[in-house]
């Protein structure tokens, strides 16, 4: 129930972002119109519309993709023609009279007997906005998203994305309310009826300009993640943590010293089985009874995701310190795409970043559906007892973690004294975000996710197609070359493929394979033009130069001085690459 919450609010929270405006025109060109026969259906069925595609968007393959495509066509038809109307009916009448008859009729309808045929009509209007709303993935939509990608199509996801269309659909009809009260005022008092209808009309257009050239899912969508993250990410930290049922002690002062120690940690339930995974690495299966008396610490994790990469030098930090005071670390993996399903790649993963902690590799989501996981990473703390007592998801609160640690290692027996935290030597990758001047987020190539594609010729889901791009604008990306785009990846056909991103951020990643039968593929790098110099990433030297060797996350950029925004470019010379997500840091 939480997560139908937080999906309304998430959704609720879409009216504070820029990317919202392209439709406020459809919506407000309703103001003044009956509430029950115009209003509601018009939002009804903009939030049912926008529930089933995103739903298939997420879990449908590419025949949805192009069903989508066609739908989104005759959509932008349809509400160009509803704007023209609403400009000048009589120049719209000249265009072509029986289509724009149909645009006049979605705007009025006469006499009580039209009532019904009002609400059909302003259905139809919602069903196309629904086609055409590309909300901002903020962290609440990105949640739903993800939790869609990994369960499949089932009726949860419908209905997260339709309380989450739910919520916008309500803050929009406020402002709806609000904005029609407005105009209403507007007629009286000025007299402009006939003016504000041809305003409405002129921002219909800008409307269906805006969605027809991406704008709403590139630069305002970029903005937005800026200006809504920070309100939807505190959405999920007071809503989305694990209720505290009980708490298992108080805490014992100094003065208290003849009593055990016992934590003022909460119980948040019994730790379920370890019992889905799919193979065990670093250690023979381990479960409930293995683990008892011990205090254990769960960290999932896959190993392309750049949030997880920077989390991992502190959990192995941790397994070092205490595996003499009693814990126990078991990193559970699982997969966010599909090449990290592959045992080999997460054993070569697992060797690279110097993990010897147990892990168990979780392909089928057993064990993060037991615990009830949303998130990449994630941390979990279990005490001697085998109750689940802190949780922590995502990045930061290192220190905090470490105390958790500490206090239950001190409940289960530990004589161990309080420490300094520890400070791992990070360095690439795993080195920290620059949090202030990240201004890009999270990007995939597939088409399944793939949002802000700035080349003209369009996606072609599942086909090879030949590309092209220019200069991208800030956080649009575009491929150039014979390409094949599937639902995860964009796979490149032939040689001397290109792909180009306008980017704002110290760090630039990018998540590459080598081709289907394994042999490296050569690639160079430029920053706006040049070779990167001393903006090198890990993964490439001053000249741009590097290899695709393995499936895994690229360092390809670091700023070393002022970071500003620059376009990247990355030329492959050989065929067969596999690129599938951009991050940042």
């Known amino acids: 129930m939480t997560l139908f919450v937080i999906a309304y609010l998430g959704g609720a929270l879409t009216i504070l972002s820029p990317c919202i405006l392209p439709i406020l025109p459809f919506v407000f060109a309703?103001?003044?119109?009956?509430?029950?026969?115009?209003?509601?259906?018009?939002?009804?069925?903009?939030?049912?519309?926008?529930?089933?595609?995103?739903?298939?968007?997420?879990?449908?393959?590419?025949?949805?993709?192009?069903?989508?495509?066609?739908?989104?066509?005759?959509?932008?038809?349809?509400?160009?023609?509803?704007?023209?109307?609403?400009?000048?009916?009589r120049i719209a009448s000249i265009v072509s009279r029986p289509v724009v008859d149909l645009g006049?009729?979605?705007?009025n309808?006469?006499?009580?007997?039209?009532?019904?045929?009002?609400?059909?009509?302003?259905?139809?209007?919602?069903i196309a906005t629904g086609l055409l709303w590309a909300p901002c993935a903020g962290p609440i939509l990105g949640l739903v998203l993800t939790g869609a990608a990994l369960q499949g199509a089932n009726l949860e996801t419908t209905f997260l994305l339709l309380a989450y269309a739910?919520?916008?659909?309500?803050?929009?009809?406020?402002?709806?309310?609000?904005?029609?009260?407005?105009?209403?005022?507007?007629?009286?008092?000025?007299?402009?009826?006939?003016?504000?209808?041809?305003?409405?009309?002129?921002?219909?257009?800008?409307?269906?300009?805006?969605?027809?050239?991406g704008l709403d899912t590139g630069l305002l969508a970029r903005l937005s993640y800026a200006s809504?993250?920070?309100?939807?990410?505190?959405?999920?930290?007071r809503l989305h943590a694990k209720p505290k049922k009980e708490m298992a002690g108080t805490i014992v002062t100094a003065a208290d010293s003849t009593q055990p120690f016992r934590s003022d940690l909460p119980l948040e339930g019994a730790a379920?089985?370890?019992?889905?995974?799919?193979?065990?690495?670093?250690?023979?299966?381990?479960?409930?009874?293995?683990?008892?008396?011990?205090?254990?610490?769960?960290?999932?994790?896959?190993?392309?995701?750049?949030?997880?990469?920077?989390?991992?030098?502190?959990?192995?930090?941790?397994?070092?310190?205490?595996?003499?005071?009693?814990?126990?670390?078991?990193?559970?993996?699982?997969?966010?795409?599909?090449?990290?399903?592959?045992i080999d790649n997460v054993k070569k993963a697992v060797s690279d970043f110097g993990i010897a902690y147990p892990v168990a590799v979780d392909n089928d989501y057993r064990i993060w559906r037991a615990f009830e996981n949303s998130y990449w990473p994630a941390h979990y703390l279990i005490?001697?007892?085998?109750?689940?007592?802190?949780?922590?998801?995502?990045?930061?609160?290192?220190?905090?973690?470490?105390?958790?640690?500490?206090?239950?290692?001190?409940?289960?027996?530990?004589?161990?004294?309080?420490?300094?935290?520890?400070?791992?030597?990070?360095?690439?990758?795993?080195?920290?975000?620059?949090?202030?001047?990240?201004?890009?987020?999270?990007?995939?190539?597939?088409?399944?996710?793939?949002?802000?594609?700035?080349?003209?010729?369009?996606?072609?889901?599942?086909?090879?197609?030949?590309?092209?791009?220019?200069?991208?604008?800030?956080?649009?990306?575009?491929?150039?070359?014979t390409w094949t785009v599937h639902a995860e990846q964009a796979t490149l056909d032939r040689p001397d493929g290109r792909i180009a991103y306008r980017f704002s951020a110290r760090d630039l990643h990018l998540v590459l394979g080598p081709s289907a039968d394994g042999k490296p593929v050569r690639f160079e790098v430029t920053i706006d033009g040049k070779a990167p110099g001393a903006d090198h990433g890990v993964d490439t030297d001053a000249a741009g130069r590097g290899t695709v060797s393995s499936t895994r996350l690229y360092q390809l950029v670091r700023q070393a001085g002022a970071v500003e925004a620059r376009t990247f470019e990355i030329r492959f010379l050989d065929p067969g690459v596999e690129a599938y997500a951009f991050t940042f840091g």
């Open 109 to 126: 309808a006469s006499g009580p007997s039209a009532s019904g045929s009002t609400a059909a009509r302003s259905l139809l209007l919602g």
């Open 166 to 213: 739910a919520g916008a659909a309500t803050s929009l009809a406020v402002a709806l309310l609000v904005g029609g009260r407005v105009f209403a005022g507007m007629k009286r008092s000025l007299g402009v009826s006939e003016r504000v209808r041809q305003a409405l009309g002129a921002a219909v257009l800008v409307g269906v300009a805006t969605i027809a050239l």
């Open 228 to 237: 809504t993250a920070t309100f939807e990410q505190a959405v999920l930290d």
């Open 272 to 342: 379920p089985s370890f019992g889905g995974a799919v193979e065990w690495l670093n250690s023979p299966p381990l479960d409930t009874a293995a683990l008892k008396g011990k205090v254990v610490l769960v960290d999932f994790w896959t190993y392309s995701c750049i949030n997880c990469i920077r989390t991992v030098p502190y959990v192995r930090a941790w397994a070092e310190k205490y595996k003499d005071q009693g814990l126990v670390v078991i990193g559970v993996h699982a997969p966010e795409f599909a090449f990290e399903k592959k």
């Open 104 to 107: 006049n009729r979605l705007l």
């Open 30 to 89: 309703r103001a003044g119109q009956p509430f029950v026969n115009s209003t509601l259906p018009m939002l009804l069925g903009m939030a049912a519309t926008f529930a089933l595609v995103a739903t298939l968007a997420a879990v449908g393959g590419s025949w949805a993709v192009h069903a989508n495509e066609y739908g989104r066509i005759a959509a932008i038809a349809l509400l160009a023609v509803f704007g023209v109307s609403l400009l000048s009916p």
């Open 383 to 481: 005490d001697a007892e085998g109750q689940i007592r802190y949780h922590h998801f995502g990045e930061g609160n290192y220190a905090e973690t470490e105390k958790a640690i500490q206090d239950l290692l001190r409940e289960a027996g530990s004589n161990m004294q309080a420490s300094a935290a520890v400070t791992p030597n990070t360095k690439g990758a795993e080195a920290g975000p620059d949090l202030k001047n990240i201004r890009s987020g999270e990007t995939y190539l597939g088409y399944q996710r793939a949002t802000s594609f700035a080349s003209p010729e369009g996606i072609a889901a599942d086909a090879s197609q030949t590309y092209s791009v220019a200069e991208p604008g800030l956080n649009a990306w575009g491929l150039a070359g």
